[in-house]
T-cell receptor
Framework: DGGITQSPKYLFRKEGQNVTLSCEQN?????MYWYRQDPGQGLRLIYY???????QKGDIAEGYSVSREKKESFPLTVTSAQKNPTAFYLC??????????????FGQGTRLTVV | KQEVTQIPAALSVPEGENLVLNCSFT??????LQWFRQDPGKGLTSLLL?????REQTSGRLNASLDKSSGRSTLYIAASQPGDSATYLC???????????FGPGTSLSVIP
């Protein structure tokens, strides 16, 4: 089955630690995205990548880092510089370049909690 | 900067009612608009995609319209069912920055 897989589903982080969220897709999509969702605030874009070895900051990139070494994978690292990392993180992918038929597909999300 | 808003933030209706969810966006330079459904603690499921040149799309009991010039989209749900209870989000694909911007969502509760 084609789709996007995020892991783990739940993740707990101690303050001061870096953690990495995994996102893998087998849809052969060039574009991948990371969003953060907080209660009542919808989705906010963290980083996005239109092609391998290239990525751009979204609206709330501070405290996060990404890599895009493979087309299928777009891991997100939440660093200790992110002061309020507790949230639900969603990964998405789509064809690129984007156009009228571009449909975004989402993973099931990772819930990160700082303990 | 593109801003997407959704009204109402929450909606509770009795089963069987027809209902309309609203989405507004500030910049009409979009290539499409998508409506998604999100169940609690889950990812997003795409419901309908409207290309910027289209006026509406239909899928079963769902009908989405797009008026790009006025920056508005509506999602019409006919004969609502308890299984429709979820959060509905709209998202616009931005032409200028090649990214997708989401609204905050409308939380729908359909009462049996």
């Amino acid at each position: 089955d084609g789709g996007i897989t995020q892991s783990p589903k739940y993740l707990f982080r101690k303050e001061g630690q870096n953690v990495t969220l995994s996102c893998e897709q087998n849809l052969n999509h060039d574009a991948m995205y990371w969003y953060r969702q907080d209660p009542g605030q919808g989705l906010r874009l963290i980083y996005y990548s239109q092609i391998v070895n290239d990525f751009q900051k979204g609206d709330i990139a501070e405290g996060y880092s990404v890599s895009r070494e493979k087309k299928e994978s777009f891991p997100l690292t939440v660093t200790s510089a992110q002061k309020n990392p507790t949230a639900f993180y969603l990964c998405a992918s789509s064809i690129a370049p984007t156009g009228p038929n571009t449909e975004a597909f989402f993973g099931q999300g990772t819930r990160l909690t700082v303990v | 900067k593109q801003e997407v808003t959704q009204i109402p933030a929450a909606l509770s209706v009795p089963e069987g009612e027809n209902l309309v969810l609203n989405c507004s966006f500030t910049d009409s330079a979009i290539y499409n608009l998508q409506w998604f459904r999100q169940d609690p603690g889950k990812g997003l499921t795409s419901l309908l995609l409207i290309q910027s040149s289209q006026r509406e799309q239909t899928s079963g009991r769902l009908n989405a319209s797009l008026d790009k010039s006025s920056g508005r989209s509506t999602l019409y749900i006919a004969a609502s069912q308890p299984g429709d209870s979820a959060t509905y989000l709209c998202a616009v694909g931005e032409t200028s920055y090649d990214k997708v911007i989401f609204g905050p969502g409308t939380s729908l509760s359909v009462i049996p």
